[in-house]
């Protein structure tokens, strides 16, 4: 049985791409959010989906989002992506 302190401390390093493709997924959900609180609901008379429109907005607007952070988003997923890079940054063994 390996003892805790045979366990090295130290973290794997970040992979900058994951990192950044962790950050545009967070951005994304943040966006799904505000969209569905933006009164963007389901359109009434002849053009409403009904059930079915009620039942699948989320992936409607999940997807919106997703392409508006390949568009470029609001900025966000890129704050993300500088606090994870810097913090694990600051967790890194000095060499």
């Not at 962790?22 to 409403?48: I, N």
């Amino acid at each position: 049985m390996t003892s805790i302190a045979a366990i090295p401390a130290t973290a794997p390093p970040l992979r900058p791409d994951a990192v950044r493709a962790t950050a545009q997924e967070m951005e994304t959900a943040f966006l799904a959010e505000m969209l569905s609180h933006a009164g963007l609901g389901p359109q009434e008379g002849s053009f409403g989906g009904g059930q079915g429109e009620e039942q699948f907005a989320s992936f409607l607007r999940q997807e919106q989002a997703r392409l508006m952070v390949e568009a470029g988003g609001i900025g966000l997923s890129e704050a993300i992506f500088r606090a994870m890079t810097a913090q694990g940054d600051s967790h890194a063994p000095a060499t």
